[in-house]
């Protein structure tokens, strides 16, 4: 004890200081200059420590008086622990060796003490202690540098850890050699020891460095890459809020990933829906076919960029039609070694040292590619850019994915607008009221669905003692099915009246006015029937709509008529037939549009003609306008809750005398 | 609505699928135009997954049956079944429309012309 304290006291103080404080400033310089990030003040100042217990280590070999030797081991073994702890923080592990390294400095510590009170026992006790703990640790150190030179940890140290491992077999064989006196030889003591951990903790400090290295280069790639998307995205809503134009939009990712891959250029293809082939859409810079093709072609760069955008690539060929049929983007990162460019040559016109290509998606469909290359062999694409670009196809297929569903909901919109204006025209053609003869009683009924018909009905007084009724059902809604509405409202009108006329003549002049007028998808199917009072005749005609239902009276029983004929507005010659039919007092008949036979209910049943038929039997005594109400109300408690999905037309005429 | 082109041999067959009706019919018609505009000739129009049609689907039809008409060129409707059969009939337009059973009758039909 009194070794220690006389050492101590008579050490020449501001030496020491002077020592630590050159060391510190040296261990700052290194650790800045090699960003040893894991060098917080405090973990340097143990380093400090670490190096200055070595370094009086020596001294005191050399004769110099310093520490007490226990006394420097001690030292060496806590910072070496509190060292380790505090990597153990930064880098989230767990080095177990700086515990055992405080166990060790504990009993050099106690076998000081137990020395200097000379009681020999506990020495040789404690002596005994200190080696297991040494052994322990060693063995850990092994264990440890073995788990970090696998591939498995991502961490190769290589030399630095078979220079580990080799210090560790050192130290193995000074604790071999320790019954033998080996351990008591001082240079073993102070300075083959402590190198073993001076070599371990380097090492560790190395492989953190690394790692640190390595993570904050993915950062500030990822950051470069958000930066990138970030923008492509901003700018790619503007394009799009500029204008709705998808060739527009295209041109501005092509843009994008030639620039943010610093690429030589870039182009989109897109899929033909009925061809099955891939057509170039948009083109950036550089962009040679990355297929090979006809000698002459290359001869001339305008021939070659001729051919590129007028010769479409099937499906499945080639490795653009390849990208397009698997669905799965591909990515040749070296050309020289892909067997899909063997046609590439480097003094070729189309060279391509690198290739990116990633397919532009609707929901599982592959609906374009868009592919980067670059031409510099000493400019490959990396997987970051590789992925950059799948964001970007991403992206993109999401972008034109929610343009086109846009440009169907104006469409939608311009159609209901269209439909607003069409339900004005049609409130004008229905007559306003119903013709009161004392012969017949009438009633009428027309709902549309979604607020415009497709069904038109009229009644018209064609001279004293006649009436004219026809329905029909226009193909299509809105302002094009109104003006065919109109068509044959004016004409009929127009030619009923003329003397001679027959319902089958008036479909004929209808037909043939509107056929070759309207576009043929604006056809029609018209019932039309007319009635004399006095003879009780009844004609009618049909241009493919439904046959005309009568309820007779005295047999209770229903009939249908009906001719043949093709809708109104195909074909200009068509002829229409007609057929008569005489009517007797109390007799029924009913006009009517597929949308009452054909109403659903929730359970997806149709309302059928016999249902309709039923309730006409039933009530065929009541007035027409009440019978109405009675074939309203019994259809509509069919229906149920469930949306009308057709126009509901029907007339009714009751012969009263 | 959705359309679907395959090709056997020379004809272009449309697989239909869904509903014909107001807000999408126009799209068979637009996608035909398309085809013949670029010299498609042989068409058939698969109608095994339609289940529902409107005068808007018949016209569409109508539409594209008469241009190819015109045009001298071939056009085969085929499975044509349950509500939109009874739609077609309704409207005496089987005679109208050349209909084929399945769509191989449909192209031998056609290479029979």
Redesign the interface.
């Known amino acids: 004890m009194a070794d220690i304290t006389q050492n101590f006291i008579f050490n020449p103080l501001w030496a020491q200081v002077f020592a630590l404080l050159a060391l510190y400033l040296t261990l700052r310089n290194i650790t800045l200059s090699k960003k040893l990030v894991v060098g917080s003040d405090f973990q340097q100042l143990i380093l400090v420590l670490f190096f200055g217990s070595i370094l009086f280590a020596v001294l005191g070999l050399a004769g110099i008086p310093a520490y007490q030797l226990p006394v420097t081991l001690a030292v060496q073994a806590i910072s070496a622990g509190i060292f380790l702890k505090i990597l153990g923080r930064y880098t989230k592990k767990n080095y177990y060796a700086g515990w055992l390294l405080a166990l060790n400095a504990v009993g050099f510590l106690i076998s000081v003490t137990l020395a200097a009170l000379q009681t020999a026992w506990f020495f040789h006790f404690w002596e005994s202690a200190l080696i297991v703990t040494n052994w322990g640790y060693v063995a850990y150190q092994f264990y440890e540098v073995s788990q970090y030179n696998t591939p498995k940890s991502g961490v190769l140290l290589d030399a630095r850890g078979t220079l580990t491992k080799l210090t560790l077999w050192i130290h193995a064989v000074i604790l071999l050699l320790v019954p033998f006196g080996g351990y008591q030889i001082p240079l073993v003591q102070m300075v083959l020891l402590p190198l073993s951990t001076l070599v371990y903790l380097w090492t560790l400090t190395f492989w953190h460095r690394r790692a640190y290295a390595r993570m904050s280069h993915q950062r500030d790639l990822m950051e470069k890459n958000m930066n990138s998307q970030y923008e492509f995205m901003t700018r790619i809503g503007n394009a799009i809020a500029e204008k709705l134009d998808i060739d527009r939009v295209l041109d501005f990712v092509v843009h994008s990933a030639v620039k943010t891959a610093n690429a030589d250029g870039g182009a989109i293809f897109l899929v033909d829906e009925f061809d099955d082939v891939l057509r170039v859409k948009a083109v950036e810079g550089d962009f040679p076919p990355p297929y090979d093709v006809p000698a002459k072609v290359k001869l001339k760069a305008n021939n070659l960029e001729n051919f590129f955008k007028s010769t479409p690539i099937p499906l499945g060929e080639t490795i653009i039609g390849e990208c397009a049929a698997t669905g799965k983007p591909i990515f040749v990162r070296d050309s020289k070694l892909d067997p899909r460019m063997v046609h590439n040559s480097r003094m070729d016109q189309i060279y391509i040292a690198s290739l990116i290509l990633t397919p532009l998606m609707q929901g599982k469909k592959v609906f374009g590619v868009l592919a980067i290359a670059s031409r510099k062999s000493n400019h490959l694409f990396t997987r970051e850019i590789l992925g950059q670009i799948k964001t970007f196809g991403d992206y993109t297929s999401l972008t034109i994915n929610s343009l086109y569903t846009y440009l169907q909901l104006l469409e939608k919109q311009e159609m209901e607008r269209d439909l607003g204006i069409a339900a004005e025209i049609q409130g004008q053609l229905l007559p306003s009221h119903l013709p009161r003869v004392s012969s017949i009683s009438l009633a009428a009924f027309s709902q549309p669905a979604k607020g415009v018909s497709g069904d038109y009905y009229d009644i018209i007084n064609i001279r004293k003692g006649q009436i004219l009724l026809t329905v029909c059902d226009v193909a299509g809604k809105g302002i094009p099915a109104s003006l065919v509405m109109v068509m044959i409202r004016t004409i009929t009108h127009l030619v009923a009246r003329q003397p001679q006329m027959t319902v089958s003549r008036i479909l004929d002049i209808v037909n043939w006015g509107i056929a070759g007028r309207v576009s043929l998808d604006r056809f029609a199917t018209v019932a039309m029937l007319s009635y004399d009072f006095a003879s009780h005749q009844l004609e009618y005609s049909n241009a493919a709509h439904h046959p005309l239902l009568i309820y007779r009276a005295e047999q209770d029983d229903f009939e249908t008529l009906d001719t043949e004929g093709i809708p109104i507005g195909l074909e200009r010659k068509t002829r229409y037939n007609q057929i008569n039919t005489v009517l007797r007092k109390g007799d029924l008949i009913v006009l009517y549009t597929d949308g009452i036979i054909e109403a659903m209910n929730e359970k997806g049943q149709q309302y059928s003609l016999e249902s309709l038929q039923v309730v006409i039997r039933e009530h065929h005594q009541e007035s027409p306008e009440k019978l109405k109400k009675l074939i309203i109300a019994d259809l509509e408690k069919f229906v149920g809750k469930a949306k009308q999905h057709d126009d509901e037309t029907f007339v009714l005429m009751r012969v009263e005398h | 609505m959705d359309l679907k082109?395959r090709?056997s041999a020379e004809t272009?067959i449309i697989d239909v699928n869904g509903e014909m009706d107001?807000?999408n019919?126009y799209r068979l018609?637009e996608?035909v135009m398309?085809?013949l505009e670029?010299k498609?000739e042989q068409f058939v129009i698969n109608m095994e997954n339609v289940d529902y049609i409107?005068?808007?689907g018949?016209?569409?039809l109508?539409?594209i049956c008469?241009?190819i008409k015109k045009m001298n060129l071939k056009l085969v409707i085929c499975n044509i079944h349950g509500s939109v059969k009874k739609?077609i009939e309704?409207?005496?337009?089987m005679?109208?429309f050349p209909i084929a059973g399945t769509v191989d009758e449909a192209i031998q039909k056609i290479a029979a012309e």
């Open positions: 082109i090709k272009y107001l807000y019919s018609k996608l398309k085809m670029k498609v409107d005068s808007s018949i016209g569409a109508i539409y008469s241009t739609v309704l409207t005496k337009l005679g109208y």
